[in-house]
Structure formats: structure tokens, C-alpha cells
Nanobody, 120 residues
């Protein structure tokens, strides 16, 4: 079975930085897209950033210029560097990976989420 484990969340003051990590483990043949989502209390889950296997990236307008997504393909790990954090960035952050595991079919897998809280 494939597991995605996130780390790096926490409490930070506005203007500060955090770096999230998400490592995929298990039987993995290849990973296509890797994404970060977030969900604030009372709101729908929203896509924050996505990175392709080739390193192409895309961001939500609300985080452009402040967040950077990257990946280490050798370690099946995706990162989210978050700078200039704002209180409105407070949410549970989830990583998502579209990958081929056992059975060789493309499937989406999710991490358990990590809390990011930005105080004003």
C-alpha cells in the first residue's frame, strides 16, 4: 500500500515562513503530479500548488510569489516552501500524489494533513 506522510506544519507569526514536506512510500512505479491542497475551517478544500514529474509548476493566485512547490523524485517527496505567511493561510494542508503503484494503474493518494496556523 502507498502512504503519504506530511510534516512541517505548526504555528508561526504573520510574515514568517514554514516548509512542508510530504514523502510517499510503498510500492511506487512512478509519480505523475504532486499537489498541495488546503482546507480552512468552514471552507472547501482548495488547490494551492501543483508540480508535474518534469518540474512544471502552477499556483493558486492567493499564494503566487509567496509559496514555492518543489519535489525530489529520487525520494518521492514534495515540498511546499511558504514565505510571507498571512493569517488567511491558516488551514490544514494536504498533499496529493497521482501515481502508479501496485497494479500499475494511475490513482490519487492523500496524506493525513498537517495544521498550519498563522497568528496576526
Amino acid at each position: 500500500q502507498v502512504q503519504l506522510v506530511e510534516s512541517g506544519g505548526g504555528l508561526v507569526q504573520a510574515g514568517g515562513s514554514l516548509r512542508l514536506s510530504c514523502a510517499a512510500s510503498g510500492i511506487i512505479f512512478s509519480i505523475n503530479y504532486m499537489r498541495w491542497y488546503r482546507q480552512a475551517p468552514g471552507k472547501q478544500r482548495e488547490l494551492v500548488a501543483v508540480i508535474s514529474s518534469g518540474g512544471n509548476t502552477n499556483y493558486a493566485d492567493s499564494v503566487k510569489g509567496r509559496f514555492t512547490i518543489s519535489r525530489d523524485n529520487a525520494k518521492n517527496t514534495v515540498f511546499l516552501q511558504m514565505n510571507s505567511l498571512k493569517p488567511e493561510d491558516t488551514a490544514v494542508y494536504y498533499c496529493n500524489a497521482n501515481l502508479r503503484g501496485f497494479g500499475f494503474t494511475l490513482q490519487d493518494y492523500w496524506g493525513q494533513g498537517t495544521q498550519v496556523t498563522v497568528s496576526s
